[in-house]
C-alpha cells in the first residue's frame, strides 16, 4: 500500500483508538469471552484485532447496536437481526474459511498463518476493487454481494470512508441506492462532524458530505 493511501488510515486508526478506549477494552472482555465458550480463537494481530474493535464501537455508537464491523444495517430487519456481533453467520463462514468474514474469531486451531490468509481476502474484498469516483461523486452502487447475507460488499459506508480519505476536505457527493444508506450516511456524517444533505434523483439518492468549514 502506498504511503499516500496508509497515512490516512494510520489517522483514523489512532483518532478511533483514542475516541473508543473505553469501548475497545469492555468489547475485549465480551469477545475473548465468547470465544472461549466457543473453542475459537481471537484474531493475534494487535492492530487488526483492534481496528475491528474501534469499528464494533463505532457502529454501536452510530446505530446503538453492535452490528457487524464489516457490515452496515440494511432494510431487512430480519437479516439486521441476523447481523449483530457475534453474527448467525460467522459459524458458516468459519466452517467455510476458517474464520468469520470480518477475521475477528478464528478456529480454535487456525494458524496464524491462517489468520493472515483471511485478513488478505478481507482486504482484497474492501480495498482491491477500485472507487467509483469521479470528480468528487462516488457512485456506491454495483458492489459484489455477499451470497449468505445479501448485503452489498463493501457497503456504501465503507465505500465512503474510503473516498473521504481521498477527498481530503473537499465536499463528496455519494449516490446510493436505498433510503436506509441515506440514514446511515447522516448519522455517519453527525459522527464525523460533516454537514450533510440528502436528495431523491430518480431511483437512486444522493447525499452531499460537506466539510463544516466550507458548508
Ligand atoms: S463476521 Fe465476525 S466480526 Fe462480523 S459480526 Fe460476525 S462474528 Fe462479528
Known sequence: MKLKEMAPMMKEFFSGY????????????????????????????WMFYTNLKIWIAE?????????????EPG????????????????????????????????RGDLTDEGFKEGETRLMQEYRG????????ILDTRGAHIDPARGL?????????????????????????????EVENLGKFAGKQGLNFRSSKVGD???VEL??????
Not at 478506549?21 to 469471552?33: F, M, N, R, S, T
Not at 457502529?59 to 457490515?71: A, I, L, V
Not at 474459511?97 to 478464528?106: I, M, R, T
Not at 476493487?129 to 468528487?136: F, I, V
Request: glycine share 6%.
Open 129 to 136: 476493487t477500485p472507487l467509483n469516483l469521479e470528480n468528487g
Open 210 to 215: 460537506i466539510p463544516r468549514a466550507t458548508a
Open 152 to 180: 452489498p460488499v463493501p457497503d456504501s459506508l465503507h465505500q465512503v470512508k474510503r473516498a473521504l480519505n481521498k477527498a481530503r476536505g473537499q465536499t463528496l457527493e455519494v449516490i446510493v441506492e436505498t433510503n436506509v
Open 18 to 45: 483514542i475516541d473508543y478506549h473505553k469501548e475497545i477494552k469492555k468489547h475485549d472482555v465480551w469477545i475473548k469471552k465468547y470465544a472461549a465458550t466457543k473453542g475459537l480463537k481471537v484474531n493475534p494481530h
Open 75 to 106: 432494510e431487512n430487519a430480519e437479516v439486521n437481526k441476523r447481523l449483530l456481533c457475534p453474527c448467525k453467520f460467522a459459524q458458516e463462514d468459519i466452517q467455510k474459511h476458517g474464520s468469520c468474514h470480518c477475521v475477528l474469531f478464528g
Open 59 to 71: 457502529s454501536e455508537s452510530m446505530f446503538g447496536k453492535r452490528y457487524c464491523p464489516c457490515f
Open 204 to 206: 437512486t439518492w444522493h
